[in-house]
C-alpha cells in the first residue's frame, strides 16, 4: 500500500483533488497555502519546550489538528472575538469547547487592508471577555474599538513582538491595470507568517484562558491540557524545519510581496527579489519597465527556485511575475493572508507551507516543479500483478488496522475505500520495451504506446502528484487501453517499486480527472504476504 500522505489521492491527501492540466512540460502550480516563517534560531525555540505530549495529531503528522485524548470540561466558558481568522482559529484550538470564538475577517475573500468594521463588528469587540488582535497597523480598524482593558483581555500579537505601525505604513487603494497595493514600508504586520508570534500568541492566548478561568478550575485544566498538545505540534513543526536545516537545503525565491518573509527567513530562504523592485512595490511608486523586466529574468534564472504569490493581490506585475515563473518551468507557491477554507488550524498551515518551501519529501507529495523530469517505460518494465484480490481475499486486513491506528477511520472503513481505489479487472501487466500486456482472467491484450509528457496535479491539501502519460498507437486491440497514467510517487527516472495506474479511452485530459479508482500493481514475483508486508513498511 501507499505511503498514508502519497502523491496519489487517499483519504489523507484529500480525495477531492483537482488536476492542474497544463501544458505537456508546464505544469502550473496553485497550491493554496502561503509559506513564510520567522527569524528564529530554531535551535533557541527547540530548547524551550518543557511540555510533555498529551495527545496526538491527526495521522500523526506535525500541525494537524489534534484528537483530545479526554472530553472538555469547562465551568467557566469565554466570548473571545478576534479580527482576522489566523488568530481565531488558534484560539479556538487552545479553548476547545471553553471558547466561543468569533473570527470578524473569516475568508479569502476578504481583504482586510480595504476592511471597514461594522457597527455589530465593534459591538462583538467591546462584549468579549478575550480579544486577539494582530496588530502591527494590520487590523487598525479593530484596535479602534472601544476597548476596556480593565474588563478585557486584549492579546495584540504586534505589541509582543514589539512591532508597531510605522508612519510609512498605509494602504493605497487603485483602480486600474496593477490593482490594490499595499504599502507597510519598513513595517511587515503580517505575524502570523513568524513562528515566534505565533508561540508567544498561543501561550498568551493560554495565560488569558487560565487566568480568566482561575488556575483551579476545570476550564483551565482543559484549555491546558490543549496548550500541551499544540506545544507538541509546534515543536514537531520546529523540528521539520531543523531537518530541512540540517540537510542542507537551501532555497531562493522571488516574491510579489512581502507577505511571507518571515517563515521564509526562519528556513533558511534568500530573497532574491530585486531590491528596486520590492521598494517600489512597498511604496507610492510603481516598478519601471527595467525594474520589472529585471525581476521576471531573475524569476527564470536558475537561481530562483520559487516565486511566491498572494492570489489576493495579483495586480498586472505580479502577473507577469507568475508568467515568467510558469513559462520557466518554476515553482510557484500561492500565499493567501487569511487562513485558507481548506485549512483547520494555524500551525497547520504554516507545517504544509514549510514542507511546500523546503520541498524535500517527494514520497508524500512535496517537491520542485522544476526537479520533475521525463521518464519512460523502462521505468515500469517487468511483470506486475494487482493488489486487489489481495485486499479481497483478507491478506492485507492488517495493513488496514496499521491505518486506522495512524489515521482518522475504522479499518473497514480504510478497506471500502481503498476497495474503490484498488478495483480492476486487470488481474495482470507485462512491460516490455515500447509495448504493454494487459491480462484479464484467461485473456491478454498487447499494444504499443508513445510517451506523451507529464502532468503535475495540485492535490486540495497542499501537496502534489505527477502522472506520467502515454499513448496507444497504432491499431488498439480490445482489453488495452488508449490512455495509461503511472503514478508511482517518483518525479525523475528510476526504476518503479510499485505504481498506480489510471487506464482510459477517451483523452489523457479527461483521464487525468479520475481520482477515485487507481489501480495498484507490485512486482508479480512476491507472494501476497511479501506485498502486505511492504505495505506495511510504508
Excluded at 480525495?15 to 509559506?35: K, N, Q
Excluded at 488556575?215 to 485544566?221: D, L, R
Excluded at 529574468?297 to 515568467?324: H, R
Excluded at 498506480?500 to 504476504?529: C, R, V
Aim: hydrophobic share 35%; net charge negative; with cysteine.
Amino acid at each position: 500500500m501507499t505511503n498514508p500522505n502519497a502523491s496519489q489521492p487517499t483519504p489523507e491527501t484529500n480525495p477531492d483533488a483537482r488536476a492542474t492540466i497544463g501544458s505537456r512540460h508546464t505544469p502550473v502550480i496553485a497550491s493554496i497555502a502561503a509559506f513564510c516563517v520567522g527569524a528564529l534560531l530554531a535551535g533557541g525555540i527547540v530548547g524551550g519546550f518543557a511540555y510533555a505530549r498529551q495527545g496526538q495529531t491527526s495521522g500523526g503528522e506535525p500541525g494537524g489538528s489534534t484528537t483530545a485524548t479526554a472530553e472538555d470540561s469547562c465551568d467557566t466558558t469565554f466570548t473571545v472575538v478576534a479580527s482576522v481568522n489566523q488568530w481565531g482559529s488558534l484560539a479556538e484550538q487552545l479553548g476547545g469547547s471553553c471558547a466561543e470564538v468569533t473570527s470578524l475577517i473569516n475568508s479569502t475573500s476578504a481583504d482586510p487592508h480595504d476592511y471597514e468594521a461594522t457597527a455589530s463588528d465593534l459591538a462583538k469587540l467591546a462584549k468579549a471577555d478575550i480579544v486577539v488582535l494582530n496588530g502591527a497597523g494590520y487590523d487598525g480598524w479593530a484596535e479602534k474599538a472601544q476597548l476596556n482593558p480593565d474588563k478585557q483581555t486584549i492579546v495584540n500579537v504586534g505589541d509582543l513582538m514589539g512591532i508597531t505601525a510605522t508612519e510609512e505604513h498605509s494602504h493605497e487603494h487603485e483602480e486600474g491595470e496593477e490593482g490594490h497595493h499595499h504599502h507597510h514600508g519598513s513595517t511587515n504586520p503580517h505575524v502570523w507568517f513568524s513562528p515566534e508570534g505565533v508561540l508567544k500568541a498561543a501561550e498568551a492566548i493560554n495565560d488569558a484562558y487560565v487566568t480568566k478561568a482561575g488556575e483551579n478550575s476545570k476550564t483551565a485544566a482543559t484549555v491546558q491540557r490543549h496548550f500541551n498538545e499544540w506545544n507538541g505540534e509546534y515543536a514537531d513543526f520546529v523540528a521539520l524545519v531543523n531537518k530541512g536545516r540540517a540537510a542542507g537545503v537551501q532555497r531562493n525565491y522571488v516574491a510579489t510581496e512581502s507577505i511571507i518573509s518571515y517563515l521564509l527567513d526562519y528556513i533558511g530562504a534568500t530573497d532574491k527579489t530585486p531590491e528596486t523592485y520590492t521598494n517600489a512595490m512597498n511604496s507610492e511608486s510603481e516598478p519601471s519597465a527595467a525594474d520589472l523586466k529585471n525581476a521576471m529574468d531573475i524569476v527564470a534564472s536558475d537561481n530562483v527556485d520559487i516565486l511566491v504569490v498572494n492570489p489576493q493581490e495579483m495586480g498586472g506585475f505580479a502577473k507577469k511575475l507568475n508568467e515568467a515563473a510558469i513559462s520557466s518551468n518554476k515553482t510557484i507557491i500561492s500565499a493567501t493572508e487569511q487562513l485558507p477554507e481548506n485549512q483547520k488550524t494555524l500551525l497547520g498551515w504554516l507545517t504544509l507551507i514549510a514542507k511546500q518551501a523546503l520541498a524535500t519529501d517527494t514520497m508524500n507529495g512535496f517537491f520542485l516543479t522544476q526537479d520533475v523530469k521525463d521518464r519512460t517505460l523502462a521505468d515500469y518494465e517487468g511483470e506486475w500483478q494487482s493488489v486487489y484480490p489481495y485486499l479481497q481475499d483478507g491478506t492485507l486486513d492488517s495493513v488496514m488496522e496499521a491505518k486506522a491506528k495512524k489515521g482518522d477511520m475504522t479499518a473497514e472503513e480504510y478497506k471500502q475505500y481503498y476497495d474503490t481505489g484498488y478495483k480492476t479487472d486487470v488481474d495482470k501487466i507485462a512491460i516490455k520495451g515500447d509495448q504493454m500486456s494487459f491480462t484479464r482472467g484467461g485473456t491478454t491484450a498487447t499494444a504499443t504506446y508513445k510517451y506523451d509528457g507529464f502532468k503535475i496535479l495540485d492535490y486540495a491539501k497542499g501537496n502534489r502528484g505527477v502522472r506520467f502519460l502515454f499513448t496507444a498507437t497504432g491499431d488498439v486491440p480490445a482489453g488495452a487501453p488508449k490512455i495509461v497514467q503511472f503514478s508511482d510517487h517518483g518525479i525523475a527516472p528510476g526504476k518503479s517499486a510499485h505504481f498506480h495506474i489510471f487506464m482510459g479511452d477517451d483523452s489523457q485530459e479527461e483521464t487525468l480527472k479520475e481520482m477515485d479508482n487507481w489501480p495498484t500493481y507490485y512486482p508479480a514475483s512476491m507472494s501476497k504476504a511479501e506485498v502486505a508486508t511492504e505495505m506495511l513498511a510504508h
